[in-house]
């Protein structure tokens, strides 16, 4: 089950004010960015972070999953819970580098 687009804008509605939110379609999921930077990764209608230290501690109760076949495993995010979800995307932009751009051959 692929991911519905009107569930990829709520969720960046969800996020709006954490900084400039923008997603991508890749592979038949999406990537939400913010800031330009990879911070979530939406597959079947799921929201998953990477499991980082800096969130620890707020998503030790959250569920947890690999968002595709060979992923780590990641948390579950809460997008309904707006204000949590907002909170964990601050903390995790805050660490997560700009993607590199590719030379090209």
Known sequence: MATD???IEYICEQLH????????KMFGEYM???NDKPVIIVC???VFVKQLDCIAEAMQDAKTGSPYKG???HY?????NADFAKEIVRELETVTPLPQK????
């Open 5 to 7: 687009l009107s569930f």
């Open 17 to 24: 004010g954490v900084g400039d939110i923008r997603y991508r």
């Open 32 to 34: 939400v960015y913010v």
């Open 44 to 46: 079947d209608n799921t």
């Open 71 to 73: 992923a780590k495993p």
């Open 76 to 80: 579950i995010l809460d997008i309904d």
């Open 102 to 105: 590719r030379k090209k051959a």
